[in-house]
């Protein structure tokens, strides 16, 4: 079972930076994408961004384009969301997830067969 342990959320000041981390199980290799999705009170789930194990291939939705960048280190297990610029908007508790018996790196929950537990990140304006 891939295990996933998200990190790094708390709170900031509209226009500030915040950089989430992913702590993958070494199951991790047999996964082809990480993701992040983004969940706000009294809302669905929405995806964030996400990036392929091998090529780094990246995808972003639209509203975090030009101000979140997703990384990988492989050799650690390990996947980033770096987000600058934040809105309150933003504010959400933030999952990473991993996908696995398909090969898929895109926006639909239903892609990922592994969750994390979440980390808060909140936005004040």
């Known amino acids: 079972q891939v295990q996933l342990v998200e990190s790094g959320g708390g709170l900031v000041q509209a226009g500030g930076s915040l950089r989430l981390s992913c702590a993958a199980s070494?199951?991790?290799?047999?996964?082809?994408?990480m993701g992040w999705f983004r969940q706000a009170p009294g809302k669905e789930r929405e995806f964030v961004a996400s990036i392929t194990w091998r090529s780094g291939s990246t995808v972003y939705a639209d509203s975090v384009k030009g101000r979140f960048t997703i990384s990988r280190e492989s050799a650690k297990n390990t996947v980033y969301l770096q987000m600058n610029s934040l809105k309150p908007e933003d504010t959400a508790v933030y999952y990473c997830a991993a996908s696995g018996g398909t090969i898929y790196s895109g926006p639909r929950a239903q892609g990922y067969d592994y969750w994390g537990q979440g980390t808060q990140v909140t936005v004040s304006s």
């Open positions: 070494r199951r991790t290799f047999s996964s082809y994408a």
